[in-house]
């Protein structure tokens, strides 16, 4: 675990995560398998890492295209976290219009990520559906946002942020609650 951090627990380690993700990818598995393609678009960052993650574990039992989001432009606190926002590129190597479309983030908790990325996407297309696949959901919501498919349910206080840790990101892996 990064020293940077104080007072900072750990929630879970990287075996659990790895069994939660399988856990998770087997739903959204069974709930799709009769689709024709599953498109599977992750936010960036950890929800695309979790995104990719799901797209190889899914492997050759369905049918899936991967894509990423970055909504940073579609953010409402746009100003007030940085005055100059760091804007990744969004990737959707496909057609959504009309198409199931599986949303994967790691954390939800206001539901405002999810809202920015909704916007987003409805100014790529009309999808047929949208899915939502989360790894943590702490509750919490400020908005009605309600995930279909969910790692780990957790009560965690408002002064606490969860963090979900990731190799490709983090050095690490590891779910931590840390002070905010």
């Known amino acids: 675990m990064d020293k940077g951090y104080k007072n900072a627990r750990v929630l879970m380690s990287e075996d659990e995560m790895g069994k939660i993700l399988e856990k998770l990818t087997e739903e959204i598995y069974e709930k799709n ?5 599953l498109l599977v678009v992750g936010i960036k960052r950890r929800g695309e890492i979790l995104a990719k993650r799901i797209v190889e574990l899914l492997g050759t039992k369905i049918d899936v295209a991967f894509g990423s989001l970055d909504i940073t432009l579609y953010r409402d606190d746009l100003t007030s976290i940085d005055k100059k926002p760091i804007v990744r590129k969004t990737e959707i190597p496909f ?5 199931s479309l599986l949303l ?19 100014d790529l297309g009309r999808p047929k559906r949208v899915e939502l696949a989360v790894f943590i959901d702490r509750g919490e919501r400020e908005l009605p946002i309600c995930p279909d498919f969910v ?4 009560e965690v206080d408002k002064s606490e942020m969860v963090e979900v840790r990731l190799h490709e ?12």
């Open 104 to 122: 994967v983030d790691d954390v939800l908790f206001t539901g405002r990520t999810i809202r920015a990325a909704l916007t987003e996407l409805v």
């Open 169 to 180: 990101i983090d050095e690490e892996e590891c779910v931590l609650i840390v002070p905010r």
């Open 33 to 37: 398998k009769a689709e024709g393609r």
């Open 95 to 99: 057609n959504i219009d009309d198409r």
């Open 151 to 154: 790692g780990k349910s957790l």
